[in-house]
């Protein structure tokens, strides 16, 4: 299950980079280099812009999703004790540095 998950989210984090790619913006984008100019011809240059900006807000949507679900339920490892630390409190390796003691004045 979790090797379907993450691939799944490899698909989804690909399909997000096309979509965002074809998108317009107002310099012309990268859309021209992929192919992406003449997709406003397909359905019209408003319809273009509402099914891209779309379909970007659920690859998104879906990829957080993904995430969160493979990173609480399914990440491996899970069953490591909770004292397994990299900071480690208590006793550590090296003992602290020990002060000189002041030694007693001499009687005569």
């Known amino acids: ?53 779309r379909a970007t807000t659920i690859l998104a949507t879906v990829f957080i999703v993904l995430t969160l679900v493979i990173n609480i339920f399914f990440l491996p490892g899970k069953g490591k004790s909770a004292k397994e630390s990299v900071i480690q409190s208590g006793q550590s390796a090296v003992p602290p540095p020990q002060l000189p003691q002041p030694k007693a004045p001499a009687t005569k």
Do not use: C, P
């Open 1 to 53: 299950m979790y090797t379907f998950l993450v691939g799944l989210e490899i698909l989804v984090s690909i399909l997000l980079v096309l979509v965002v790619l074809m998108q317009n913006s107002k310099g012309g984008g990268l859309a021209g280099s992929f192919g992406g100019g003449n997709i406003g011809t397909v359905f019209g240059v408003r319809r273009t812009s509402d099914f891209l900006t």
